[in-house]
């Protein structure tokens, strides 16, 4: 048996907020969801949980330098997203270090796979897919993080079901991993790789709403339109997680 397996149903989504809920949250300004995701940024009391965090991400950045600063752009927007949801203090605290570690399990990819320049063979593409599972595994070992396990595992999953590893569909998948699915694609589509150029925030969201109901939650989707509509968000964006990641580059600078 694959010692990293992990039976998909056996895990439940986070305890949040029933979705009808959050249908009647009044929506609310940009401004309000930056200092949210502002707020649940900040240092915690125990600042051993926040080194591992951050530790593990920058171990992730080492790994795919070409990609580093995508775990923190991810944080930010998921936490944005949670927040126009109407996720309370609590759970955004969790979406963000999920969002943060759900790449994790890039560490355990080889670098000269994950580096390479061109195009992949299917058997280097398949290991690239495996980092899903090597994060779930990774995270559900430490159990200060197993809350994470399942966003890592899951976040390459697509609402209509074919996506992977498990093929899991609908609200079967984890909550947080269909926040971070959105913010992960947001942020892909809006950065450059090496195989194309970045587009903008409005043609990544056209690219989503079409995908929304086949690779991703309508729900979430939906959540993201106000934000990406706001004059300044993606500014915001690469502000807030800039200050976050240069937090801790001078914590550790020493
Ligand atoms: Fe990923």
Request: net charge negative; glycine share 8%; hydrophobic share 45%.
């Amino acid at each position: 048996m694959d010692r990293h397996a992990i039976e998909p149903r056996s895990e439940q989504p986070a305890p949040i907020a029933a979705r009808s809920a959050w249908m009647t949250v009044e929506p609310r300004d940009l401004a309000h969801h930056v200092s949210m995701a502002a707020a649940v940024s900040a240092p915690e009391a125990n600042s051993g949980f926040d080194h591992l965090v951050d530790e593990l991400v920058a171990q992730v950045d080492a790994t795919d330098p070409r990609q580093a600063g995508h775990s923190h752009r991810v944080s930010v927007l998921a936490t944005m997203l949670g927040s126009s949801l109407g996720m309370d203090q609590r759970e955004l605290r969790d979406l963000r270090v999920a969002a943060l570690l759900h790449d994790v399990g890039k560490i355990l990819v080889p670098t000269e796979i994950l580096r390479k320049d061109g195009p992949l063979s299917v058997l280097e593409a398949a290991a690239v897919r495996r980092h899903g599972i090597y994060g779930g595994s990774i995270l559900r070992r430490i159990p200060a993080l197993a809350f994470a396990a399942p966003a890592a595992r899951w976040h390459h999953e697509r609402w209509d079901g074919i996506g992977y590893p498990d093929g899991l569909a609908g609200n079967a998948i984890p909550l947080l991993a269909r926040i971070v699915a959105v913010a992960d694609a947001l942020d892909a589509m809006t950065s450059v790789r090496p195989y194309r150029e970045a587009i903008s925030m409005q043609e990544a969201f056209m690219e989503l709403e079409e995908q929304s109901g086949a690779q991703f939650d309508p729900l979430v989707v939906s959540a993201l339109g106000p934000l990406v509509g706001a004059p300044g968000f993606e500014a915001e964006v690469a502000e807030v997680a800039g200050t976050v990641r240069a937090r801790f580059s001078l914590s550790t600078a020493a």
